[in-house]
C-alpha cells in the first residue's frame, strides 16, 4: 500500500521528493552558470582597451571561451550535479556519466575551434604590415595560407575529440587508429609531392622571405610576384609572361628579393692608355673621386691603378648609391661617366682606343624591371652588393 503522502511515492528507487530535488538542482545550477555567463560575456565586453602588451589576445580568448559556451554543456553540468542526489541503477549510471562526458568533449571541441580562429587572426594581424615584410598587400598571401592550416588543425582537432569520445563510450579505437595511421601513411605517400609545396607554402608564408607585390630573381627567372598559393608561386616576368614555381622548388632555389634593397654599391672600371705619362694616370684616381663626391646621394668608396692588362691599364673605382631605386642609380652612373670622360683630359691621360669605361656589376639575367628599383641585366659583368 503506497503512503498517502505523494512525495514518498517511490519511483526507479527514488522518492518523488528526491526526484523533485534532483530537478530543482538540475535547474538551479543551469539558471546560475547562464547568469554567471551572461554577466560575464558582459563586463568582457565592456572592458577598457588593454594597454599591457599581449592583454587584447588573451581578452580576446577569454571572452571567446566565455561566449562560446553552449547551454548543453551548462545542462550537462546540472544533471551530473542533480544525478548526485539520487540512486540510479548502473545502467542509468552510465548512461549520465556518457552524457557528461560527450557533452564536455563537445564543449571543448567548440571553444579549440574558437580558440585557433582567434590565434591565426592574431598572428596574420600581427605579421601584415605594409613594409617591405609585407609590400603592403594586407597579408592576403598570409591569410590565404593560414586559412588552410587553419582547416587542418580544426581538423585534427574534431578527430582526436571523436576518437576519445569512442573511447570514452566503451567503443574499442584501437583497430580503428591502426587504420586510420595505416591510410594516412598510403595517402601521405600518394601525394608527398602535394604535401611538400603545401607545407613549402607554409614556410613561405611564416618565414616571408618574399610577399605579394616583391621583385625577385629565381634561377635566372625574375620579376614581380602576383600570387602565393598552396601549391604554386605565379609570377609576373618582366616581359610579361605569367611564370610559375613550385613552392617545394621555389624554396630550394637561391632567390633573390630585390624590395630588400637598401643600397647599391657599384665597381666602375675604366682601360686608360698605357702610353699616357706615369703622373697623368696617377692622378685619374683623385679625379674620379671629385667626380663622384660631386654626386647627390652616392658615397665613396675608393679609387686605385690595378694592374696593366693587354688592353690597357685600368683604373678601378667603388661607389656606393644610397639609394634603392633604379632610376636615381642610373642618373648616378650617367653623371660620373660624362663626368670622367669630361674631366679626363685635364690629366694628361686617356681612355685606351679597345677599352672604354666598363661598368662591372653582379650578373642577374633576369632583373626586375626599372620602376621596381632592382639593377638591369648587364652581360658579363656583376656588381657588388652590401
Known sequence: ???????????????????????????????????????????????????????????????LVVRRTRYFFLSAIGLSFASLSLTLPPRWEQTVRGIAIVAFLLQIAIWGDGVIGVVLHHYVAGRSTPSGDDAGDGGAASRTTVAALGVVARIVL??????????????????????????????????????????????????????????????????????IGLKTTRVRSNSGEQIIFSNGDLLKSRIRNYRRLRERTITLTITLDQTAPAKAIARVPELIRDVVQAQHGVRFSRSHITIPTNQGIAAETVYVVESPDYTAYMDAQQEITVGILSRLRETGASLAAAGGVTIIREQSSAGPPVDTGAPAKASGGRENRP
Not at 498517502?4 to 523533485?20: A, C, K, P, S
Not at 600518394?190 to 605579394?212: C, E, R, T, Y
Open 158 to 227: 574534431w578527430l582526436l575529440i571523436a576518437l576519445i569520445a569512442l573511447d570514452s563510450l566503451g567503443v574499442h579505437v584501437t583497430t580503428l587508429i591502426a587504420g586510420l595511421g595505416v591510410t594516412g601513411i598510403a595517402l601521405a605517400l600518394a601525394v608527398q609531392n602535394i604535401l611538400g609545396d603545401l607545407f613549402a607554402a607554409l614556410s613561405i608564408v611564416l618565414d616571408k622571405p618574399f610577399v605579394v607585390g616583391d621583385p625577385i630573381a629565381v634561377d635566372g627567372l625574375g620579376g614581380t610576384v602576383e600570387r
Open 1 to 63: 500500500m503506497r503512503p498517502l503522502n505523494v512525495l514518498d511515492w517511490e519511483y526507479f528507487h527514488n522518492t518523488v521528493r528526491d526526484w523533485l530535488t534532483a530537478l530543482a538542482i538540475l535547474v538551479c545550477v543551469f539558471v546560475l552558470l547562464s547568469i554567471v555567463r551572461k554577466v560575464a560575456h558582459r563586463r568582457l565586453l565592456r572592458r577598457a582597451v588593454p594597454t599591457v602588451p599581449g592583454a587584447r589576445a588573451r581578452e580576446s580568448l577569454v571572452t
